[in-house]
């Protein structure tokens, strides 16, 4: 995949070897930008509107003027899916920057931002899915506006490393014993029936899955009480799971040293998983 990316600012699409910016572009040299990451399911787009808007909210917070209407950009999605004869499950990439210019820190005039877009293949690890994963915690040291979507990332890389080189597939971070997201993702822990899980403040990036998955505790009569737990909270969870765009509903089985529950994901994260596959027409995995 990935034939025809797009620069959507010029409403051009131009093969990916094609694509080139000046290296003095903001987002290269400043993190200057925001992006978003969007699921595809059988071809479709899951949860593009959603998306779109979190796209436009994070460009206003940081004061970066989109070259486009939400339809427009809208429009232009879908016809790159097109492009690509995209059939099957993968994920598109879209990023803005503030654009090409020498090399100041203050915003410059009269420049319009860069924007591109492009997919590739993802299928789903059904496996992970099924058996859950483990994860490793982390002290949270990022910017105090996680809400916002932006290119500054390399706390979260670095974290996502760190787990990785533990043999583990995410970091959940803390800001002094306060569990606040993982690395690229949302957590929650579950607790004799009720889901818990920070509040949608500035500290954490409120997920389009997560927006999605409290539609799906109300559905189902799950209590989901947003009020922040513990990293001391988490070894006596019932159970504990994660959710991303391309994490989907993600059961965590062992965090560090211990296990949660009995080493199996629970029930209440397999009928939020059920319900996540029911709202994207997906086949049911096993669980």
């Known amino acids: 995949m990935s034939v025809y990316p797009v620069i959507i600012s010029q409403t051009n699409f131009v093969n990916h070897d094609d694509l080139k910016y000046p290296y003095e572009e903001r987002g290269l040299q400043f993190g200057d930008g925001v992006y978003e990451v969007i699921r595809i399911y059988n071809g479709t787009y899951y949860l593009l509107l959603e998306h779109v808007n979190r796209l436009f909210r994070s460009a206003e917070?940081?004061?970066?003027?989109?070259?486009f209407t939400r339809e427009e950009i809208t429009d232009l999605l879908q016809e790159l899916l097109e492009k690509n004869s995209m059939a099957t499950d993968g994920k598109l990439y879209l990023q803005a920057s503030r654009g090409s210019a020498?090399?100041?820190?203050?915003?410059?005039?009269?420049?319009?931002?860069?924007?591109?877009a492009y997919m590739e293949d993802f299928p789903r690890n059904l496996k992970n899915l099924s058996d859950g994963v483990s994860t490793i915690t982390q002290r949270d040291v990022r910017w105090e506006n996680c809400y916002i979507k932006s290119l500054n990332l390399l706390p979260n890389v670095i974290a996502k490393q760190e787990a990785k080189e533990n043999g583990s597939y995410e970091a959940i971070l803390h800001k002094e014993g306060v569990v606040t997201e993982c690395s690229s993702s949302n957590v929650y822990l579950v607790k004799d029936g009720k889901i818990y899980t920070h509040p949608a403040t500035n500290n954490i990036l409120h997920g389009c899955v997560r927006m999605r998955i409290e539609k799906f505790t109300r559905d189902l009569d799950i209590p989901l009480i947003e009020e922040a737990f513990s990293v001391s909270d988490i070894a006596t969870a019932d159970e504990l799971f994660l959710s991303?765009?391309?994490?989907?509903?993600?059961?965590?089985?062992?965090?560090d040293s211990d296990t949660i529950g009995d080493g199996r994901p629970g029930r209440i994260t397999a009928r939020l998983q059920e319900a996540y596959e029911r709202d994207a027409n997906l086949a049911k995995h096993k669980v």
């Open 61 to 67: 917070a940081i004061k970066i003027e989109l070259p």
């Open 102 to 116: 020498p090399r100041e820190h203050t915003f410059p005039s009269n420049v319009p931002a860069n924007v591109y």
């Open 244 to 255: 991303s765009s391309t994490s989907e509903v993600l059961p965590i089985v062992k965090v």
